[in-house]
C-alpha cells in the first residue's frame, strides 16, 4: 500500500521539487521509503512520484516508480494473484529481476496493454507512463478500494491518491465545484466522479483512462461493471449446494487477501462479517490470528465484550482497546487534513482508533466491509422489504397524513423509542418514505439528508441536475430487477464506494496501515450477485446465507443478538462538548466568507441541536464538517 501522485505538464513549467512536494503530502501512506522519475519529452514535462509501504518484496527491487522496457509504473495497492500471473509470463519468456507484484503489472501491461487488467486480482489504482507510444494509462480496481483522483485544466495533468497533493502545484485552481456541495450536503460524501474542485475527478471504479501526451486527448475507458453480474440469470440451486460453493468462495478470497512478507491482522466487531472472515481464516491454521476490537464504554455502544468472546471461542490473539470519549472527540480536529474533500462518516472516528492500535502490531489489517452490499445486511432493505408493500398499499393521501402527522411530533417525545439505537435517523428516513413509494424514491429517501427541493432553499446558489449519478442508474434490466438486486446494486455503486472505501482508506493510511477487504473480491461479488433474492434476505432474516455458514463455525447463541454497532453519539456532543467548536466554526461571518449556504437555516439548526432535536444532528454535523475543511484547505 503506497502513495502515488505525478504530472504531464504540456507547457512544460513543472518542477522536481514540485513533484517532491505533491509526493511528500503523501508521507502518512508511505513512510517506508519515496522514489520519484522525471523527464522532459517533445510533449513537455512528466514526473512521477511515489511514497512506499512495504509489503511484497521488502528489498530495493519492489522500489517504484519502477521501468521495464519503455514502461514506467507508479502504483498503489496489491495484486493477489501475482504469482500465478508471473508464472504464466515466464511461460511466455518474460524474466523478472525481483518478486514485487508491481514488476509482475510492468511485465503483464508489456504482454497485453490493458487487457491485463482482466487478470488482476486485488485493489490498486496505478499510472503507466508508455514512453515508446507517448501515452499515460491510469487505472483504478474494480470495486473502488483504492483511490485515484486527477486534475486536467490549463494543459497540465496531474494525478494523485489525495486531493492534498494538487495543493502542492502552484498552478493548481481550487475553484470550489458548487455541484459536489450541494451533493455533500444531501449525502455527506461527495458521490461519483466529481470532486469538490472544479476541474477534478475521481477516476471510477473499473475504469482506465489514456492521455494521449502527443494531442492532450483523454478517453475513459469502463473495464468492468457490477451490472454485468446483477443482469444474468439467478441461480437454480439448492440451498444446501449454495451454501458450500458460497463457503468455498469465501475461503479461496479471505487466503489470498492474507498475502504478504509483514504481519496481518483482522479486526473483528463481532458482528457476522467479521467473525466470518476470522472464523474461515483460523479454522485452518496453527498459529492464532492477530485480532483487533476497539471499545468506548463511555457512550453505551460497546461490542468490544461480544468481540472477546469470539476471539476466545475461535482461539485467536485478541487485542482491545476501550478508549475514551476525549480520544474520539481529540481525532475531530485532524479528519479535515485526512480526509481532503467533504466527509461526514463519523465512523471516521473509530475506524481511525482501532487503525491506530492495529498498526502497533501488524502492517496490513483485513476489515469486512462489503458483507452488507453482497448479503444484504442493511437495516434499509428491511424498509424496503418488509415494510415496502404495506406502505405501498396505504393510500397516497394517508401516508401523507401520516407524515404530517409524525413532522408535528419530533422523535425525541416518543417514549422508550427514543432510546432505541439510531431512532432519530430511522424516525426521519420514515416519514420520507410516507411522503412518496418506489423503488428510487425509497432508495433517495434512504440516502439523502435533504430532498432536492429543500437543498435548494438551504443553499444560495442554484445546481446542475445530477442525474449521472449511480443513484439514478437504468443499468439494471427489466427482467431481473427485483427492490433487493435494486438496493444492493445502487449500494454497491454508490454508499460502499463513495463512502465506506473512502473512509477506510483514509483512516487505515492515516497510520500507515493497509486495509484489505476480503469480501470485495470479484468472483464472489459475481457469484453472490447471482444468488436467489431469498438466499441473502429471507423472512426477515438479513444476510440470510452468510448467518448459516457462519453458524456452522460459531454457535448461533452466541452470535444472535441486537444490532449494536458503533454510532458516535453526535446528538449529544453537539449539543454539549462540541458546542464551542460549533460556534466557532459555524459563525455568521465565517459563512459570509464563502456564502454558500442561508446562514439563518444554519443559525435555526444549532438552535435545535442545542435544544435537544437529536434528529437534526447529523444535518448540523454535515455543515460542520465542511466548515472545518473549507477552512484547512481554502484559507
Known sequence: MCGISGFFDFKGVSTPVILDAMTDALEHRGPDGRGAYFEQNDSGIIGLGHRRLSIIDLSETGKQPMQFSELCITFNGEIYNYQDIKNELILNGHSFTGNSDTEVILHAFKEWGTSCLEKLKGMFAFVIYDKKHQKITAVRDRVGVKPLFYYLHDDLFMFSSELKSFHQHPKFNKTINKNAVADFIQYGNIPGSQSIFQFCNKLQPGHYLELNLKNGEVKENKYWNVYDAFNKPKLTIDFEEAK????????????????????????????YDSTCVTAILQ???????????????????????????????????????????????????????????????????????VSKMARKHVTVALSADGGDELFAGYNRYDY?????????KIPKIFRKSLAGAMGLIPADQLPILKNKYNFHQRYEKVKKLLKEYDNEAIMMSLSQ????????????????????????????????LTPLS???????QTYL????????????MAVSLEGREPFLDHDLIDWAAQLPDDFKYKSGIKKYILKEIVHEMVPKEMMERPKMGFAIPIAEWLAKDLRPLVESYLTKELLDHHNLFD?????????????????????????????????????
Open 244 to 271: 458450500s460453493i458460497t463457503t468455498d468462495k469465501l475461503k479461496d478470497a479471505f487466503e489470498l487477501r492474507m498475502v504478504a512478507d509483514v504481519p496481518v491482522g483482522v479486526f473483528l466487531s463481532g458482528g
Open 384 to 392: 424496503m422489504l418488509k415494510y415496502g408493500r404495506k406502505l405501498e
Open 497 to 508: 464506494v463513495d463512502d465506506i472505501m473512502q473512509k477506510v482508506d483514509r483512516a487505515s
Open 599 to 635: 446562514t439563518d437555516f444554519i443559525e435555526k439548526l444549532k438552535f435545535d441541536v442545542f435544544k435537544g432535536k437529536k434528529e437534526m444532528a447529523s444535518k448540523l454535523w454535515y455543515f460542520l464538517m465542511f466548515q472545518m475543511w473549507y477552512e484547512r484547505w481554502m484559507k
Open 449 to 480: 439528508q435533504y430532498t432536492s427541493e429543500q437543498i435548494s432553499k438551504i443553499l444560495n446558489f442554484n445546481t446542475e441536475d445530477n442525474r449521472d449519478l449511480a443513484f439514478f442508474s437504468k443499468e439494471l434490466k427489466a427482467e431481473y
Open 283 to 353: 479454522q485452518n491454521r496453527s498459529e492464532k490470528l492477530k485480532t483487533y476490537t476497539i471499545g468506548v464504554p463511555d457512550i453505551g455502544l460497546n461490542e468490544a465484550p461480544f468481540a472477546k468472546e469470539i476471539a476466545q471461542y475461535l482461539g485467536t490473539d485478541h487485542t482491545e482497546l476501550n478508549c475514551t470519549i476525549n480520544d474520539a472527540q481529540e481525532l475531530i480536529s485532524e479528519l479535515p487534513f485526512f480526509y481532503d474533500e467533504p466527509f461526514a462518516d463519523s465512523s471516521a472516528i473509530p475506524t481511525i482508533l
Open 486 to 492: 435494486y438496493m444492493l446494486a445502487i449500494d454497491f
